[in-house]
């Protein structure tokens, strides 16, 4: 599944942490504690995401960051699985078309997958799209 990184900031004068996606412009939350500011992390990345793929903007690949405050958040399941599809699809160059003969689907059908609002794979789907990949989508 997809993640990205963020960098987690405590305020050490006023209490709390912000979280920022350093990939994702203007992607940014806080919180009173740590728990809190990464729950939200996991929504704000969500809603961003979606956001961006529904206005056909390109989607940012996650950077390969680390670091003492770097910390990798996976937006909800959904959203991973299409940003994930859409992501590994275009870096293959393949067209929805294409894929979807592979799997033995419609174009349509094959659109759903990538869309965050539609998707709903069913398990051999997702098999198959991992066979078709040679990844692995259920892991970060």
């Given at each position: 599944m997809i993640s990205y990184p963020a960098i987690l900031t405590e305020d050490k004068t006023e209490g709390g942490y912000t979280v920022e996606f350093p990939d994702l412009p203007g992607c940014i939350t806080e919180g009173e504690t740590l728990d809190e500011a990464l729950s939200y992390a996991r929504e704000v990345?969500?809603?961003?995401?979606?956001?961006?793929?529904?206005?056909k903007l390109p989607i940012p690949h996650?950077?390969?960051?680390?670091?003492?405050n770097i910390h990798?958040?996976?937006?909800?399941k959904k959203v991973g699985f299409a940003i994930w599809l859409k992501i590994n699809r275009e870096e293959q160059g393949l067209s929805q078309t294409k894929i979807a003969n592979r799997l033995g689907v419609t174009q349509q059908a094959y659109q759903r997958f990538e869309n965050p609002r539609k998707t709903n794979p069913t398990l051999s789907q997702?098999?198959?799209l991992e066979n078709l990949f040679g990844r692995e989508i259920?892991?970060?």
């Open positions: 990345l969500t809603l961003y995401l979606e956001s961006i793929d529904s206005r996650p950077s390969k960051r680390n670091g003492k990798w958040i996976e937006p909800d997702i098999v198959k259920l892991k970060p």
